[in-house]
């Protein structure tokens, strides 16, 4: 299944997407009224109840059609938000820091950096050298507390395309520093599906990309993470229970510079991909 959050005269919601175009969640049997955002359907539960009805096939014939309806984030208001630095050992070597190998580097961002398909990244005055990069999100169904890598599959709702901004210069005066550089309003483009496990053949063989003006800059497979998806999911919940909505951000097979006029992406084989443009 393939959830995304369209826009329609003002409003937001959840819709599943289809051959025949965007099913909305509220219009579904014993889905309507409330709870019919994608957050809503993570934090109550009820997503796993979406999941079994689209099985059974019986949200097909009840798409919406595309006019006038935009794409949006997935869900703007998560309780967490999980980075992971210097996850891809060719990364660390641009940076000239060295891949951990431990332990991740992570680190927590708010979630007013939020921003979707098509929404402007706005480059900050504080900041002179704004880089963007493209990585794997993994989103969190269940409750998670101290689960092994082994089960941590079962906590995972599903994964998603991100685009991770950083204000590089600041970074680079001082790496206490890190969580202003990564906190500026429009830093985390989400969405514009989440693709649960079942459609992904296989997470070890997926390749992200880092895209600026429409060309790949730079790409690696997560079979090359240091730390993968679901070990991230198990050495986070040993560390802080894990809520429906949560987001690990897996890290970036290489950051680019980014400037005003630019249109910055992300690109994950077999998602849609996520383009944002940037403005000063």
Not at 9 to 24: F, K, L, M, N, W
Request: aromatic share 8%.
């Amino acid at each position: 299944m393939r959830l995304t959050t369209i826009c329609r005269d003002g409003r937001e919601a959840a819709a599943i997407v289809t051959p025949e175009g965007p099913v909305p969640v509220g219009g579904l049997d014993g889905f309507g009224g409330g709870g019919a955002d994608l957050f809503s359907l993570l934090e109550s539960g009820r997503f796993h109840e979406l999941k079994d009805l689209y099985d059974r096939g019986e949200v097909m014939g009840r798409a919406v059609p595309p006019e006038g309806v935009e794409p949006g984030p997935l869900y703007r208001r998560p309780r967490k938000i999980w980075g992971i630095g210097l996850n891809y050992v060719e990364h660390a070597g641009d940076l000239s820091e060295t891949a951990p190998t431990g332990e991740p580097a992570s680190f927590m961002r708010p979630d007013t950096t939020v921003i979707g398909p098509g929404d402007e990244v706005v480059l900050p005055p504080q900041s002179e050298r704004v880089t963007a990069e493209g990585e794997l999100a993994v989103v969190i169904g269940r409750e998670a507390r101290d689960v092994s890598e082994e089960e941590a599959p079962r906590f995972v709702a599903g994964f998603a395309t991100v685009l991770d901004m950083t204000a590089e210069d600041i970074l680079r005066r001082n790496p206490r520093y890190l969580t202003r550089s990564k906190s500026f309003d429009t830093f985390f483009s989400f969405g514009p599906e989440l693709v649960t496990p079942d459609e992904v053949e296989s997470v070890e063989g997926l390749e992200v990309s880092t895209v600026l003006n429409g060309e790949v800059l730079r790409a690696n497979t997560v079979l090359n993470m240091t730390f993968s998806p679901y070990w991230l999911v198990a050495f986070h919940s040993r560390v802080m229970t894990l809520l429906p909505g949560d987001i690990i951000s897996t890290g970036t097979p290489g950051a680019v510079v980014i400037r005003d006029g630019d249109v910055a992406g992300c690109r994950i084989t077999g998602f849609r991909p996520l383009l944002n443009p940037v403005v000063r």
